[in-house]
């Protein structure tokens, strides 16, 4: 009972601070908002890509090509200028068709202006070079005597694509980490961070500083009841913040949370029982509030970076992605990618929730062993 | 305004006796450098590791077989790393662990459809946790299949007569040797366009109109100044929470009955805050290079960038406290205002990531501009373009100090008996 009335009186200190709710529930919505925006069209192929095309050649080749290019998933523009290079431009150079039927080679060039989407030019480049090996099949195929021999025959070639690749996401569910699927899971284990580590960590320090703690030890309430409250109470605002920001990720931003919300619930309850510890742990042996709070602000980031909560686990090298498994924040996010992106069930997690139950208890001893009551 | 040198002298003694978290807020930058430059690899190292590609081939043909062979030829080697596997379960099980980016399943009679003159079809699996690689091996494998009807439309008629070899029990010698004169000449044919293949495709980056780009930003030098500008406004926001806690304490009051007005007192803050994010910044950049090998470019114009952004940042942070009357308020205020401006001005994430709409926002950050000044300095751009920007930096960092000055000394004036 004891440790209810601390828990209680804990979360109400926390709720009081004005901060708290920018912590709590405004900051993640404007990083969710703004990191789901920049990465939404990340992982899905069937994003519109814009290509211009220079035509310097203005062949009958060049066109094939140029015919080529146009599809569904391609917005294609032909200019005929030189200073009409911008964005992200093919150019066909003057003499493409002369050189190629002569058997010589030649380059087509894919420029694109510094700051433009990566991901967009990687997509035009490998979309530019199938076009380009379908024209040169077509021309093997025709074996033409001259160009105009090759626009004679060309429309007489029967030429279709006879393997076909399908794709499909693996995994119960059909969707990917991108936009705000990625960002709000991630977004939830940053800030589940930010808040408990700073308030965890700082409002024991700060009743320690003014001898509340002290007071409460005379009080009735016992050691363990003691600890035990102010852990249970960083529980609760994490868990807190955990349904808040998975709800408005639902209803606001329309993500899909998995098919098992219990499974949901337990790993993240455990990441919360574990940060919580780890706060309370610092808290104890970091004496000054001012190293506590850059100590706090360094430990949330590097976690949040190295578990893959700033950016996709997957582009990390082989190495990282074991180094991510020393913390908790790569079990929880590899938790989260099982029930939201893969859609498995409570037993795919199993793993997950019994290295975070080994994480509690080793910072809960650690900060049961360091707790001080006095100054 | 002559008190002011003292009071700086003074500021600048009370932070060297206690500057842990200065350099706390030094040292954070720092290690996000290096944190990133091994995730996404410094200078110009591969930026993506190898994406494993399981591979199921359920036909065991010639035609499956070239297939997977294919992808894992010359430059697709150190991209792709191919597993094959001998069931689907078995696929599906490594992918369902996150064990690869991809699996890709080659049906049975996948050959002999293809010598029908069927069209066969190859399914490839890909990983829903990630979302690059299974694009770039969708596009491989995509590339690959186009690859292998393209040959077989070219050997059509070769191809037939394979097949009409394999439904015969006994091959004729004279057929075989008719068709491997018909393919030696076939070669012959199409050697003139593809080996090697007469169109090649080259990618380039423009950096301006028809300028190609010759200095590349590495991730270091990217990731150091990003978060430098971030912290050192952390930085700006200590020296500048003296001025609540000399009120609280009440040593401003005894400030205020010498002959230093306050005028000389806020001046002195923003000095020494300006002071003490300029000798940070050179701290930073030095240690950038030392550590990181970073090219800051001109050292001219780093110094004037240095000087001008750490004056802008010293003119914000004034400007932010004009509206602060407590402890707990700068605490709510200056880190929200912090983190949000940092974040929408590239210091998280580069602005070229936003849609354009945000990206219009990030252009009224101080971030954004003290970043495209040391960007502008990297890829040595004249001086001439960079002065606009150092010039607005200067201009909006003393307005700033101005308004501020007046609001914070009402401010001041206001609680200072209380």
């Known amino acids: 009972m004891t440790l209810w009335t601390i828990a209680q009186n804990d979360i109400k200190l926390t709720i009081k601070d004005k901060m708290f ?4 529930l405004v900051f993640p919505l404007i990083f969710i908002f703004i990191f789901g925006l920049a990465f939404r069209d990340m992982g899905t192929s069937d994003t519109q890509v814009t290509l211009n095309v220079l035509d310097k050649d203005k062949s009958h080749l060049s066109k094939t090509l140029i015919e ?23 150019i066909i150079p003057e ?49 033409p005597e001259s160009p105009q021999d090759f626009e004679e025959k060309l429309p007489r070639l029967n030429w279709e694509r006879r393997v076909i690749l399908r794709t499909e996401l693996g995994g119960e569910i059909k969707a990917i980490p991108a936009g705000y699927t990625h960002s709000v899971p991630s977004s939830t284990v940053v800030f589940i961070l930010f808040t408990l580590l700073m308030y965890g960590g700082i409002i024991l320090l700060e009743e320690r500083r003014q001898g509340r703690l002290e007071r409460i030890y005379l009080s009735p309430a016992t050691f363990i009841s003691i600890i035990g409250g102010k852990w249970l109470s960083r529980i609760i605002i994490g868990m807190f913040q955990v349904t808040i920001l998975f709800l408005l990720g639902k209803f606001l931003f329309g993500i899909y949370l998995g098919p098992s919300l219990p499974a949901l619930f337990l790993v993240s309850l455990f990441f919360c029982a574990t940060i919580s510890g780890m706060s309370m742990f610092f808290g104890s042996i970091i004496k000054k509030e001012e190293i506590l709070i850059v100590f706090n602000i360094l430990l949330a980031n590097l976690m949040a970076a190295l578990g893959g909560c700033w950016w996709p686990i997957e582009v990390v090298p082989k190495g990282m992605k074991t180094v991510s498994m020393l913390f908790p924040t790569g079990w929880i996010m590899d938790a989260y990618n099982k029930l939201i992106f893969f859609g498995f069930g409570l037993e795919s997690v199993l793993i997950n929730i019994t290295v975070l139950i080994g994480f509690t208890a080793l910072f809960l001893f650690l900060a049961i062993k360091f707790f001080k009551i006095r100054k | ?42 200078q110009d190292e591969e930026t993506l590791p190898r994406i494993t590609l399981l591979t199921v081939d359920n036909d065991k043909s010639l035609i499956s077989n070239f297939l997977s062979t294919a992808m894992s030829q010359g430059e697709l080697k150190k991209m792709i790393e191919l ?19 991809g699996l890709l399943l080659i049906p049975k009679n996948f050959g002999n459809d293809i010598l029908d003159g069927k069209k066969a079809e190859v399914l490839l699996l890909k990983n829903p946790s990630e979302q690059f690689l299974p694009l770039i091996a ?26 009409g070899f394999i439904e015969m029990n006994n091959l004729p010698d004279i057929d075989i040797s008719v068709l491997s004169v018909k393919v030696k000449n076939r070669f012959e044919s199409i050697s003139k366009y593809v080996f090697p293949p007469v169109i090649s495709l080259k990618q380039e980056t423009i950096t301006e109109e028809g300028k190609e780009g010759t200095e590349s930003i590495t991730v270091h030098s990217y990731v150091l100044p990003a978060m430098a500008i971030m912290f050192l406004m952390f930085i700006c926001n200590v020296v500048f929470s003296d001025i609540l806690i000399e009120k609280e304490t009440k040593t401003l009051l005894r400030l205020n009955v010498s002959r230093m007005s306050m005028t000389e007192f806020i001046w002195s803050k923003i000095v020494t805050s300006a002071l003490i994010g300029m000798l940070c910044t050179f701290c930073l950049i030095g240690l950038g290079i030392g550590m990181f090998s970073i090219y800051w470019g001109n050292l001219f114009s780093v110094f004037l960038i240095v000087f001008c952004l750490n004056i802008l940042i010293a003119g914000f942070i004034a400007f932010l406290y004009s509206f602060i009357k407590t402890e707990l308020q700068a605490g709510a205020v200056l880190s929200s205002a912090i983190l949000i401006m940092s974040l929408l001005g590239g210091s998280m994430m580069p602005v070229d990531n936003f849609p354009s709409f945000i990206q219009q926002i990030s252009k009224l950050t101080l971030n954004y501009w003290g970043l495209e000044a040391f960007k ?24 700033l100090s ?17």
């Open chain 1, 68 to 90: 080529e290019l146009v599809t569904e998933k391609y917005v294609v523009e032909v200019f005929e200028k030189d200073e009409e290079i911008s964005f992200r431009t093919l």
């Open chain 2, 376 to 399: 502008m300095a990297m890829m040595n751009e004249s001086f001439g373009q960079l002065l606009p920007i150092l010039f607005g930096m200067v201009l909006a960092g003393i307005l």
């Open chain 1, 95 to 143: 003499g493409f068709s002369k050189n190629v039927f002569a058997g010589e080679q030649i380059e087509l060039k894919l420029v694109q202006e510094q700051g433009n989407s990566l991901e967009a030019m990687q997509s035009a480049y490998s979309h530019v070079l199938k076009a380009a090996i379908k024209i040169l099949a077509k021309i093997v195929m025709v074996s």
């Open chain 2, 138 to 163: 969708e596009e491989i494998t995509d590339t690959t299949t186009l690859i292998l009807s393209s040959l077989l439309s070219v050997f059509s008629e070769e191809v037939d007569t394979i097949r």
């Open chain 2, 83 to 101: 597993k094959p596997l001998e069931t689907e379960e078995e696929g599906r099980q490594l992918l369902n662990k996150g064990k690869a980016s």
């Open chain 2, 1 to 42: 305004m002559r008190h002011i040198p003292i009071l700086v002298k003074k500021d600048f003694k009370r932070k060297w006796k206690n500057p842990v978290v200065i350099i706390g807020f030094m040292l954070i930058p720092l290690v996000f450098t290096f944190i990133f430059g091994i995730v996404f690899g410094g």
């Open chain 2, 402 to 418: 101005f308004i501020s000055s007046y609001f914070i000394q009402k401010n001041l004036k206001k609680g200072l008996l209380k």
């Open chain 1, 21 to 24: 709710f920018f912590w709590l």
